[in-house]
């Protein structure tokens, strides 16, 4: 578990702030993803990537950016938050030849 | 997309009993289905997980079974315990090589003493 960490663990912000959550692996791991977790909603996708500066979609992409210039970090940009981007966001990353994703501590975010 | 519904939402048991939690998902193209154990304020943890060639996997107290035709998938816990208590989340992944995984909306259990 200690192989892939995030930070901060708590950010308070504004509406209208740019926000950047960090998500760092020492696993090598090809794929990592970026989660949000709200009440009634499960987890929900928002990017992913399958290895440096190769990324793509998922299920929530609108109001995020994220980069991947090293294997090891995988950024989420919030350019501009909104309220409703409040929730707890967590980082996963996998093996290329694995299906298990492993998942960090999680950021929770609040937009006021 | 693919589209992961998950019953209960919450399930209360007593020690000892077993509990089942169930989940359906909409895409045939789905091969692996993980099951997640999250505490809480912490992060979700694989327990188990199986794919769409094996119909049945057990580890110890757990087990989950898969019914391709009829696209559902079950977790079953024998001989709870407290420290069974927290949300389970199924998922299905789908696609050869990003195993992109949607997620149900959890069940909470709890594991009354």
């Known amino acids: 578990d200690a192989g892939i960490t995030q930070s901060p663990r708590y950010k308070i912000t504004e509406t209208g702030r740019q926000v950047t959550l960090m998500c760092h692996q020492t696993w090598s791991h090809s794929y990592m993803f970026w989660y949000r977790q709200d009440l009634g909603h499960g987890l929900r996708l928002i990017y992913y990537s399958a290895a440096a500066d190769i990324t793509d979609k998922g299920e929530v992409p609108d109001g995020y950016v994220v980069s991947r210039s090293k294997t090891e970090n995988f950024p989420l940009t919030l350019e501009s938050a909104t309220r409703s981007q409040t929730s707890v966001y967590f980082c996963?990353?996998?093996?290329?030849?694995?299906?298990?994703?492993?998942f960090g501590p999680g950021t929770r975010l609040l937009v006021l | 997309g693919e589209n992961v519904e998950q019953h209960p939402s919450t399930l209360s048991v007593q020690e000892g009993d077993s509990a089942v939690i169930k989940c359906t998902y909409s895409?045939?193209?789905?091969?692996?289905f993980p099951w997640y154990k999250q505490e809480l304020g912490k992060r979700p943890q694989l327990i188990i997980d199986?794919?769409?060639?094996?119909g049945e996997k057990k580890d110890q107290r757990i087990a989950v079974t898969l019914n391709k035709t009829a696209k559902h998938f079950s977790l079953h816990i024998t001989e709870t315990q407290p420290e069974d208590s927290a949300v389970y989340f199924c998922a299905a992944g789908v696609g050869a090589g990003s195993y992109q995984l949607t997620f149900g909306k959890g069940t909470k259990l709890s594991v009354i003493p």
């Open positions: 895409d045939s193209a789905s091969n692996y």
């Open positions: 199986i794919r769409s060639n094996v």
């Open positions: 996963a990353s996998r093996r290329l030849a694995e299906e298990t994703q492993y």
